[in-house]
């Protein structure tokens, strides 16, 4: 089966079109990344749209940090909500 991933550019296309609603962080462990998550922010809501985490990152549950870390900054931010668009 295929696996997609988001390129870069897209990535870059998001943040532009989005104009600084649009969050890509990336969790490291070291010099290597484990993890990351791209989020969208409205009004009062952060949307979780896209996340990644490397076999090293399941080991060590870098991704679940990340995803508390995330939501605790949103809410300190002002945001009201945290959607997992489904997830």
């Known amino acids: 089966s295929k696996i ?7 990535l870059m296309d998001i943040k532009k079109i989005l104009k600084g609603r649009a ?3 990336i969790g490291y ?3 290597k990344p484990q993890s990351g ?3 969208i922010e409205t009004e ?8 990644f ?3 090293e990152g399941r080991q060590t549950g870098a991704h679940f940090k990340m ?3 995330v939501m605790m900054s949103e809410k300190k931010s002002g945001m009201r909500y945290f959607d997992f668009e489904g997830i």
Do not use: C, M, P, R
């Open 29 to 31: 462990i070291g010099q």
């Open 23 to 25: 969050k890509f962080l």
């Open 37 to 39: 998550i791209l989020i």
């Open 67 to 69: 995803v508390w870390e």
């Open 4 to 10: 997609w991933t988001i390129k870069i550019d897209e």
């Open 53 to 55: 985490t490397t076999n």
């Open 44 to 51: 009062n809501t952060a949307n979780y749209l896209h996340s």
